[in-house]
């Protein structure tokens, strides 16, 4: 886990999402009654109240709904990675359904491979799995 900040939480809710994306799938989980995706994983549906649910896939695309580029003063572990960016993703099946993570140049590469110059609020951009399983983003080539 060379360049994750926090583990992930693996609750029992959430330790679906997880499973998936340690084999290179991006699921969201959704109501198996009604039918409305939702992140993060909940027992209930905040839609219809069912307790029904199942965990779809999607294409993993999404655009950049919001970024930050971090600096110094960090934490003392983060602040060797400096400057890097984090990403807010609207995803593109369900766009009131956002992931925050890395954009990065490449699977493997550190979260500190794009320069801020090169984010843009709106870009295309597609999920990648890290060794670990951890959910990144690269910009999509058109």
């Not at 609750?11 to 340690?22: I, N, R, S, T, V």
């Not at 984090?86 to 550190?110: C, F, Q, W, Y």
Request: glycine share 8%.
């Amino acid at each position: 886990m060379a360049d994750d900040f926090l583990s992930p939480v693996h609750d029992e809710d959430g330790a679906p999402f997880w499973e998936f994306a340690a084999h290179g799938e991006l699921r969201v989980q959704a109501c198996a009654d009604c039918g409305e995706p939702r992140f993060p994983p909940r027992p209930c549906c905040p839609h219809c109240g069912s307790f029904a649910t199942e965990w779809r896939p999607t294409s993993g695309k999404g655009r950049i709904w919001s970024y930050v580029i971090a600096h110094p003063p960090l934490l003392p572990a983060y602040a060797a990675r400096a400057p890097y960016n984090v990403v807010v993703v609207e995803l593109a099946e369900a766009p009131h359904i956002r992931l925050v993570g890395n954009l990065v140049s490449g699977r493997d590469a550190p979260v500190n491979s794009v320069p801020g110059d090169r984010i843009r609020i709106g870009a295309r951009v597609q999920a990648v799995f890290d060794g670990d399983g951890m959910p990144r983003w690269v910009l999509e080539r058109s």
